[in-house]
């Protein structure tokens, strides 16, 4: 790499040096952060990228300095509402999240999961992800992934990518947002596990069977729909019932305390990974023979997991420190 020079008087300033001597006065993590910034270009455009995503929470709510030609493919990953706000102000596109912790390669998981869902990546697109400490005002890891390739990403979801049938992206936004925060936060100071079973309700309702009287029966469907934020509470309260909640594709809660009697019919087709429970294959059983996505909140480590078609799609850990601290 040449260094410029420009003509002051009698002498020669290398730019080069100039730029060494300012990166020397800043922190090691603001010197990460222009080093992801400065090198983004070149990693966009060697991997053909189709879009960015940036965590706006990351960045303390200031805009990234990106490139002309990036800004149109840049979505800011926002966990809170007044950052949505912020993006929403900005006219720059911008997918939220929950606002829980969440490990680095978590975060990146729920983003492109959520993007997927919502149709704004397709299949076999690449994704260049920048993401940090909260509130840091620094970034510190680049990942860069093809939506699709890795099994555990995604690639379970149906072949072009999308929810199943009549199920609003929305509806799965507002349950992973219960799931993560019943993972994170539990009950009460309690853990709480859980299972949410989305959309082919009807064929779903056939193949369990009630644990307890349905609380839903009776009510009108607008007063049982899960994208009312009034019954987030009722939601986290039911949580604590066994068996698993049945929603239709448009929110309305058809019942919990369900028990879903559905098992993997070719364990072999349709394999798991060893340690997970009895709530973990009833997901993926449930799912490999209807219609339907699953999600799930583990008990034990507050783990949210995903099931399409009989198979894990994603898995969202709460971070190490945190299960460290609880116990």
Request: charged share 25%; hydrophobic share 40%; aromatic share 6%.
């Given at each position: ?256 305390g369900a028990y879903l009697k559905t098992s993997l019919q ?62």
């Amino acid at each position: 790499r040449h260094s410029s020079y420009h003509r002051r008087g009698e002498g020669l300033i290398d730019n080069a040096a100039i730029m060494k001597a300012m990166q020397d006065d800043l922190s090691t993590s603001q010197r990460i952060t222009a080093a992801l910034i400065e090198n983004i270009r070149g990693v966009v455009e060697s991997c053909r990228a189709t879009a960015v995503f940036v965590y706006a929470d990351a960045m303390a709510g200031e805009e990234l300095p990106l490139p002309p030609e990036l800004r149109e493919k840049i979505f800011y990953i926002s966990r809170t509402q007044s950052e949505q706000q912020e993006q929403q102000e900005r006219g720059t596109p911008f997918i939220r999240v929950p606002n829980v912790n969440m490990t680095r390669l978590g975060q990146v998981k729920m983003a492109v999961f959520l993007a997927l869902a919502k149709g704004l990546v397709n299949r076999g697109d690449v994704i260049v992800c920048l993401t940090g400490m909260s509130a840091s005002e620094n970034l510190d890891t680049l990942i860069v992934t093809e939506v699709g390739r890795d099994t555990e990403f995604f690639s379970a979801v149906g072949s072009e990518g999308r929810l199943p049938e009549g199920v609003l992206p929305q509806v799965i936004e507002r349950l992973i947002d219960i799931a993560a925060e019943l993972g994170s936060e539990g009950r009460e100071g309690k853990p709480v596990g859980a299972t949410f079973v989305i959309g082919d309700a009807d064929r779903v309702v056939s193949l369990s069977r009630q644990l307890v009287i349905n609380p839903f029966k009776g009510y009108d469907e607008e007063e049982r729909n899960v994208l009312d934020p009034s019954l987030e509470e009722t939601v986290k309260e039911l949580s604590t019932i066994d068996g698993a909640f049945i929603i239709n594709g448009d929110g309305v809660m058809v019942t919990c305390g369900a028990y879903l009697k559905t098992s993997l019919q070719n364990e072999q087709e349709y394999s798991l990974p060893q340690g997970l429970g009895a709530r973990h294959h009833a997901a993926a059983g449930i799912t490999a023979v209807t219609d339907s996505i699953a999600i799930t909140v583990s008990e034990s480590t507050g783990t949210v997991t995903v099931f399409r078609n009989g198979h894990i799609v994603t898995a969202i850990d709460k971070p190490r420190y945190q299960r460290r601290r609880e116990e």
